[in-house]
C-alpha cells in the first residue's frame, strides 16, 4: 500500500493566521490526492480533489497544491470554523489510503 | 439533493457478523459505485472496498478479504455492507460515500455513519 505520511500531527493557530499542512506519499500519485476536514462525530468532507481543485462550495482561503509525492493543503486566513481535523487521501492505487491527519487547534 | 442514509447503531459480541445498510437517494444510484470506509476512534479513516450499483463489480480492501462482503438492491436503492468474524479492533464507525459519475475514489457524499461496538 502506498503510506501517505503529513506533519505536522498538530497544530497551534490563531483566527487570521496562514496554515500549511504537508502530505507526503511513500510513492507518486501523481495528483491523485484528497483532502478531507473532518470534525467530531461528523462525517469528513471534502474540500480539495485532483491536488489542487476546490470543491464546490468549498470557501477559496483553502487551496490544494503539489503533484507526484508532495502536497500541500493552505489556509489563507483561519477562521473559527475552521478549527478542526485534516487528512490526506490518495485515490491513485487500487487500494486507497489516508495520512494519519493534522488537528488544527486554537492557540 | 444527493443523500445516504445509514443503518443505526450496533452492539456485537467477538465472532458475529454485522450487516450495515446504506440507502441512497437525490440520483440515480446505478450510476455510481459506492465505497465503504471505516475509522476507529483516534484513528484515520481507513478504505474497505467499492461496489459498482449498477454492475455489482466489487473491489475490497485485501486488509479485509475474506471477511467483508458488499452487496446492493437495486430496487431499494440500498447498498450493503457485512464484515463477518467480529473482534474487538473492529469497533469502529463504519461509513458509505459516494464519488463523482466517473468513478474517481474521492469522495463528496458521505453517509453519516454507523457505529460498530464489538464487546463481550
Known amino acids: 500500500d502506498i503510506q501517505m505520511t503529513q506533519s505536522p500531527s498538530t497544530l497551534s493557530a490563531s483566527v487570521g493566521d496562514r496554515v500549511t499542512i504537508t502530505c507526503r506519499a511513500s510513492q507518486s500519485i501523481s495528483s491523485w490526492l484528497a483532502w478531507y476536514q473532518q470534525k467530531p462525530g461528523n462525517a469528513p468532507k471534502l474540500l480539495i480533489y485532483?491536488?489542487?481543485t476546490l470543491q464546490s462550495g468549498v470557501p477559496s482561503r483553502f487551496s490544494g497544491s503539489g503533484s507526484g509525492t508532495e502536497f500541500t493543503l493552505t489556509i489563507s486566513s483561519l477562521q473559527p470554523d475552521d478549527f478542526a481535523t485534516y487528512y490526506c487521501?490518495?485515490?491513485?492505487?487500487?487500494?486507497?489510503?489516508f495520512g494519519q491527519g493534522t488537528k488544527v487547534e486554537i492557540k | 439533493q444527493v443523500q445516504l442514509l445509514q443503518s443505526g447503531a450496533e452492539v456485537m459480541k467477538p465472532g458475529a457478523s454485522v450487516k450495515v445498510s446504506c440507502k441512497a437517494s437525490?440520483?440515480?444510484?446505478?450510476?455510481?459505485?459506492i465505497h465503504w470506509v471505516r475509522q476507529a476512534p483516534g484513528h484515520r479513516p481507513e478504505w474497505m472496498g467499492w461496489i459498482n450499483a449498477g454492475n455489482d463489480d466489487k473491489k475490497y480492501s485485501q486488509r479485509f478479504q475474506g471477511r467483508v462482503t458488499f452487496t446492493r438492491d437495486t430496487s431499494a436503492r440500498t447498498a450493503y455492507m457485512e464484515l463477518s468474524s467480529l473482534r474487538s479492533e473492529d469497533t469502529a464507525v463504519y461509513f458509505c460515500?459516494?464519488?463523482?459519475?466517473?468513478?474517481?475514489?474521492?469522495?463528496?457524499?458521505w453517509g453519516q455513519g454507523t457505529l460498530v461496538t464489538v464487546s463481550s
Open positions: 485532483l491536488a489542487s
Open positions: 437525490g440520483f440515480t444510484f446505478t450510476n455510481y459505485v
Open positions: 460515500a459516494r464519488g463523482p459519475y466517473d468513478g474517481s475514489g474521492y469522495w463528496a457524499y
Open positions: 487521501h490518495q485515490y491513485s492505487s487500487y487500494s486507497l489510503t
